[in-house]
Structures are given as C-alpha cells and as structure tokens.
C-alpha cells in the first residue's frame, strides 16, 4: 500500500507541474549601425497540462518569435524555457531536437507537409522517427479520425487545403506530445474549412489532454481558448482566462 501511494503521489506531481515554464524571456538583435532592437522583453508565464492558450497581438508585437523560443527554434539573449521540466537552451542542438520529438508537435499555417510523402507516410514520419513500431496502425487510426481514411495514399498536391492541414494535425497529435505549437493554423483556410479545422483540434486537446498553444490573429478564435496572453512591442501585456 505504502509503494502504491508514492506512485500515485509521484504520478500526481507530474500531472500538476507545468507543461511550459517561461521565465524572464528576452531575445534581442543588432541591426547593421548598431542600434540594438528588442523582439521579446521579459516574458513570463506558465502552462499547465491540457491547457488550450492563444498568443495574440499586433503583428511585430513578438508572437512568432515567442513561438519559435518555445519550440527551441531560436536561442534567447536572456531568461528561460522549460518544457516538462527541462531546460531547452541547457541543451546542444541535437538535445533540443531530441526534445522536440518526444514532446512537441506542430501545425504550421503553409502545412508543412513532405511533398515526396503521401499523407500516410507525413504521419508516419514523426512515429518511426520516435521508434514506434506500430507507425503504419497509428498513423492510419489518426488520419481515420481526421476523416481522411479515404486519402491514405494521396500526395499533398492531392489534397485540398483543408485535407492538407488535417493531415498536418493528425501528424502533430499521432506522437502523443505533451505541447502541439499552432502558429495561424487557419491562416490560409477559408472560413468554414478554417472552422472544422479548429474543432478538430480542440477536440483532440480535450481527448488527449495535450497541451496546445495557438498563436493567431482572429480574436474569436482566442476567445474560445481557455486562456489569452497578449503581446505589446515584445512585452507580456496581459494573461486573460475565459469567462
């Protein structure tokens, strides 16, 4: 009995602590007279797991390259990032890809799918890169609940713009990440087709409490997530829960 409540004690403390720690985060550059220019400036926040958060603001107010120090993407002039517990910029490069592929996945607005691949194959990738053996089945059981059972075989010039983005879901959630990065997923979407893609998306953050953390300029959209953080000329203006 004593084992089993330190497991579940142990099992517990993990699901409380925080998917992303961000602290005093700052990325700044050198422009060509020397003049230094602040992208970020002394970002702070946390995420808890299975939280839906928008990143909003203006455009140049620093969400992309907040979305890009999340991922690791791009190295900070100050503060940290932690993801599960661990520091991204401790690591080389190679230990921050490692990182990546068995915590976060991505939806990109221009898809980002490999044209030589076919949608299966797109899903496949990141589950036989992670060593799963069972890559085909679970690539196959996620584009079936994307509703592209009918399109395994297909290229992305194939598919229409909306099919090509739920693949790029379906190839983000298949891993099970802890964290999905969504930079404008509807952003060359329709507005219906940008619509069922979003509720694709939210609910599979509900079914598989993933983390997701969009960054968007559609205020409705960042309405319906459970928490907004605002962005001003590279400061966190604001964090707002739903109501």
Known sequence: MLNRTRTETSTTANLLEPVVEVSHLSRAVTSDDGARLSILD????????????????????????????????????????????????????????????????????????????????????????????????????????????????????QLSGGEQQRVAVARAFAPQPALVLADEPTGNLDVATGEAVIELMFSLNAESGTTLVLVTHDN????????????????????????
């Open 42 to 157: 002394d970002v702070s926040f946390t995420i808890a797991a299975g939280e839906a958060i928008a990143i909003v603001g203006a455009s140049g107010s620093g969400k992309s390259t907040l979305l890009g120090l999340l991922a690791g993407l791009d190295s900070p002039s100050g503060g940290s990032v932690r993801i599960r517990g661990q520091d991204l910029f401790a690591l080389d490069e190679d230990g921050r890809a490692e990182l990546r592929g068995a915590c976060v996945g991505f939806v990109f607005q221009s898809f980002q799918l490999l044209p030589a691949l076919t949608a299966l194959e797109n899903v496949m990738l990141p589950l036989e890169l992670a060593g799963r053996r069972d890559a085909r089945q679970e690539a196959e059981s996620w584009l079936g609940r994307v509703g592209l059972s009918g399109r395994l075989g297909h290229y992305p010039r």
């Open 220 to 243: 409705a959209l960042a309405a319906r997530c459970g928490r907004t953080l605002r962005l001003a000329a590279g400061r966190l203006e604001s964090s707002t829960a739903a109501l």
